[in-house]
């Protein structure tokens, strides 16, 4: 404290201090703290590892912006009416073990996305839907990807993959071709579901007689 002020005027030092202070608490509460209470929760028994390609289309969901209009994590009913929506029940850190980076996503432009996998089973349905919401989804707001799809006339080529559109989205004598990156990412799509149940239940047996 400068000499002649008193103990409750604010110098550079007090300032300073403070500050250092206040983001030192606000980073134990919002950083350390969460990070020692879940770094050991283990995943749910029903919860699978994704495979190489669905990890390939995790990426494309990330480059190709999906978290910025769709959120996985599904709230509890006494926030939101996430369950009534058919979302799913309210997520639990273990549902995202093998989550690297997060994508819980802050907006909700389109549904919360955790079941998709769940809800929409079909394959064809999000091929579909990628190459044009609106076909599937009358006034979605969610832009297309015809990048994703290769359009051309004739057959494909063995091992590739048409995507089944409604007529009005295609000429006659055209196939629309799934790239290898949208397959990844509808891969990635079906593997969302976290429909077993939040926690593991507890090993059952035979009661054991008292000592």
Known sequence: MSAGK???????MRLIVGSMVILGG????????????????PPPAGLKPYTEIQLVGRQSYISNGCVYCHSQQPRDAKLAPDA???????????????????LLGTMRTGPD????????????????????????TPGSTMPSYPYMFETRRGQAA????VVNLPPALTKPGEVVVAKPETL???????????????????????AKAAP
């Open 6 to 12: 008193s103990f409750w005027e604010m110098d550079e």
């Open 26 to 41: 606000a980073t134990a509460l919002l950083v350390v703290m969460p990070y020692v209470l879940l770094e050991n929760v």
């Open 84 to 102: 009534a929506r058919g979302w799913g029940r309210a997520s639990v850190a273990g549902d995202y073990a093998y989550d690297t980076p997060h």
């Open 113 to 136: 996305l955790l079941n998709i996998g769940v809800r929409q089973p079909s394959k064809d349905w999000h091929l579909g839907h990628l190459y044009q919401p609106r076909a599937y």
């Open 158 to 161: 063995p091992g590739e993959t």
């Open 184 to 206: 990844a990412l509808v891969e990635y799509l079906l593997a969302l579901d976290r429909s077993y149940p939040a926690l593991t239940p507890l090993p059952t047996g035979p």
